[in-house]
């Protein structure tokens, strides 16, 4: 079994002043949702938390993964004005 951390490409290392994680509480007021909403993404599947002990905590990555796979907004054309 290899213990070693697997090697990262250069430049990719992760930003120690940055968390690897969020709780909850942080990540409802990053993404400007309510905490309805967040237990009805999780449960649709779309937000993958994790646990650490008691905590829900949700990574980063899959914080930025959620926004980036939300959809695009579509403008409706104005009506035109006859």
Not at 28 to 38: D, E, K
């Amino acid at each position: 079994m290899n213990d070693q951390a697997p090697s990262t490409p250069k430049g990719t290392d992760p930003d120690p002043r940055e968390p690897a994680a969020m709780r909850v509480e942080a990540f409802l007021r990053w993404a400007g949702i309510s905490r309805f909403l967040f237990y009805q993404e999780v449960n649709l599947g779309h937000i993958l938390p994790k646990k650490c002990g008691a905590r829900t905590v949700i990574p980063v990555e899959e914080a930025h993964r959620w926004l980036r796979d939300l959809p695009n907004f579509v403008r409706s054309p104005k009506p035109r004005r006859g």
